[in-house]
């Protein structure tokens, strides 16, 4: 729109002929058109980029605090509320952890030095907002 605004103002002034900037025009919208797929290609969200808390599970992080049974666990350089997943199971600053359900902003953890026992259900992974 606003080339076009520009153009007539130009070919109104006697600074560009008619011809010419209908060539103009048209080189541009062609010029859009053919960039256009290269966009929106460019700017689609990669599958790597996943987002939200959901991409938490499964990640590991480090124990900042016991967690008695919250506490609060780094992943990365970010901190974030932390609970146990498993009521006995025993965390300590500096453990490594490994996160398996989000509830609201806080992450459902288990050591990640705990091996399962046999017959020990895995926890599936999940996502619950209870507002």
């Known amino acids: 729109m606003i080339v076009g605004l520009i153009l007539s103002t130009l070919v109104e002034m006697n600074w560009l002929s008619l011809r010419l900037a209908a060539w103009l025009l048209g080189l541009w919208v062609f010029s859009e058109l053919a960039l256009y797929p290269l966009l929106k290609i460019a700017y689609a969200p990669k599958k790597s980029q996943a987002g939200g808390l959901e991409s938490l599970i499964g990640r590991h992080g480090t124990a900042r605090d016991a967690l008695a ?40 953890v288990e050591s990640d030095a705990k091996a399962l026992e046999p017959g020990d259900a895995e926890l599936e992974p999940t996502y619950r907002n209870e507002n």
């Open 69 to 108: 049974p919250e506490g609060y666990v780094l992943m990365g350089a970010e901190r974030w509320r932390a609970r146990k997943a498993r009521p006995g199971e025993s965390v300590s600053p500096g453990d490594t952890v490994r996160v398996v359900a989000v509830e609201n902003l806080t992450l459902l």
